[in-house]
């Protein structure tokens, strides 16, 4: 059973930080793009960060480059992966769920979400 799985969203001010975890269980995801997106009321989902399978790449949504940073470590021995976001310096506007999604493409500015998503974490930035 494929399992992702989201935790440490919650309640900040504005200027503060929160780091997003998400556990990836249930197969390998060692060779997938991971990353996140969010959904503000009201809003569509849009992409904010990604991690290349190896690290070596990442990307950012305009909106959070200089103030997200995304990381992964591949667990050994067993089939767990785990990506973070570190968001720094928040804003109203980054209130939202967060949803850890594994598998998405990334190709210059179009982002296409893979098959697998968490159930979703709420970050909510109060001014």
């Known amino acids: 059973q494929v399992q992702l799985v989201e935790s440490g969203g919650g309640l900040v001010q504005a200027g503060g930080s929160l780091t997003l975890s998400c556990a990836a269980s249930?197969?390998?995801?060692?060779?997938?793009?991971m990353g996140w997106f969010r959904q503000a009321p009201g809003k569509e989902r849009e992409f904010v960060a990604a991690i290349a399978w190896n690290g070596a790449n990442t990307f950012y949504a305009d909106s959070v480059k200089g103030r997200f940073t995304i990381s992964r470590g591949n667990a050994r021995g067993n089939a767990k992966n785990t990506v973070d976001l570190q968001m720094n310096s928040l804003k109203p506007e980054d209130t939202a769920v967060y949803y850890c999604?594994?598998?998405?493409?990334?190709?210059?500015?179009?982002?296409?979400?893979?098959?697998?998503w968490g159930q979703g974490t709420q970050v909510t930035v109060s001014s």
């Open positions: 249930g197969r390998t995801f060692s060779t997938y793009t």
């Open positions: 999604n594994a598998g998405l493409t990334v190709a210059g500015d179009i982002t296409n979400p893979g098959n697998y």
